[in-house]
């Protein structure tokens, strides 16, 4: 293990909130030698990697920070893609896909030719569809491309449950499946607190409405946060470093992720187990027929949303040369 942390570097696309925080994040619970950023903006880079440089000199120092290329980023063993538009308060984070569509597909050229060994982790919104974009763009194998999906607010969804039911987050198994978007769904059939089932650990909370309070909740936590502060970034950056934690240790937990998904031809998050080389494989799960119609109905949304920027790419000779490269 000590072997594989000197050797191994994480380069992150975009220095924003979200990517600085995850750098930061890094640093503070080393995994890898190198975290690279990369932004075009190059004064906020320089002074991002200053600053976070300086929290490194307080003796444990075991992953270096500094600034990179794009061409760079490429040959690093996990490429995180935060670099984009955020929503301002009461946008959805479908409204971005125009603008973070071209800033991927500018990110590819400028990479290319990315390492056949690199895993792609995807950050920016609307991170199922650019999850799907990505594969195209990068022409790596499905299983190295996964986009960070419902991670987020499944956290969230623990972070609920374990208040209501006074347990550790870390001892709730629940997941939130589907987009990380509007049609989100959570997988209540096969949520449990250790191994018991939630209907029977919250037996007295769990009617309908103390459910949609949850899910409106979960759903609209980021919005929430967004009007007060303008970004999100303390959880999103604590979800990206465990990802590529489980990936650089090969660990093989199991979490929602988005990935390609065949059956529904999009990608969007369902359980997988993750490890060295990106998604090792899905890990089936049995929703009731109410969360079964859910997850059609988000994969049909998510389908219809990647039509329409398909047909717009069409009118787009630059993105369009992009995405045939690899087809
Ligand atoms: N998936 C999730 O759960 C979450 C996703 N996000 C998303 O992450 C993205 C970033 O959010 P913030 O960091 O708050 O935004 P930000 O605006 O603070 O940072 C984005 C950075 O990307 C940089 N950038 C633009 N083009 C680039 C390129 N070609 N190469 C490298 N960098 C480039 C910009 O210069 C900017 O510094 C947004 O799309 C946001 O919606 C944010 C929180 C959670
Ligand atoms: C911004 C965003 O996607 C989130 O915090 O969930």
């Known amino acids: 293990m000590a072997e594989q942390r000197l050797k191994t570097s994480i380069a992150i696309l975009g220095s924003g909130d979200v990517g600085a925080t995850l750098a930061y994040t890094l640093l503070q619970n080393p995994i890898c030698s190198e975290v690279i950023l990369v932004d075009p903006k190059r004064e906020l880079l320089e002074a ?42 009461d946008e959805s984070r479908l409204s971005l896909l125009r603008r973070n569509l071209q800033i991927l597909s500018s990110i590819f050229t400028s990479m290319s030719p990315i390492s056949p060994h690199a895993i792609l982790l995807l950050v920016a919104n609307p991170v199922d569809i650019l999850t799907y974009f990505a594969r195209k763009l990068s022409g790596l194998p499905e299983s190295q491309v996964l986009g960070t999906g419902t991670s987020l607010d499944s956290a969230r969804l623990r972070g609920i449950l374990a208040q209501k039911a006074q347990v550790s987050p870390s001892s709730i198994d629940a997941y939130v499946l589907g987009e990380h978007g509007e049609s989100q769904f959570v997988a209540w059939s096969n949520a449990s607190i250790g191994s018991t089932p939630l209907r029977l650990a919250l037996s007295q909370h769990l009617t309908d409405e103390f459910k949609t309070d949850i899910e409106t909740h979960t759903r609209g936590a980021a919005g929430a946060i967004i009007a007060a502060k303008g970004c999100t970034a303390y959880g999103i950056g604590n979800v990206a470093a465990s990802i590529c934690k489980y990936i650089l240790f090969d660990s093989r937990t199991v979490r929602p992720l988005s990935f390609y998904q065949t059956s529904l031809g999009c990608c969007l998050s369902m359980p997988a187990v993750i490890g060295r080389k990106g998604i090792l494989r899905a890990m089936p799960i049995q929703l009731d027929g109410d969360e079964q119609k859910l997850l059609e109905v988000c994969a049909e949304g998510l389908r219809a949303v990647i039509e329409g920027a398909e047909k717009e790419l069409k009118a787009d000779d630059e993105l369009r040369h992009a995405l045939e490269k690899h087809a």
């Open 48 to 89: 991002q990697v200053r600053d976070l440089g300086d929290a490194t000199y307080g003796g444990r120092a075991a992953t270096k920070i500094r600034a990179g290329t794009h061409q760079e980023a490429g040959q690093a063993d996990i490429v995180v893609i935060t670099a984009g538009a955020k929503q301002k308060p």
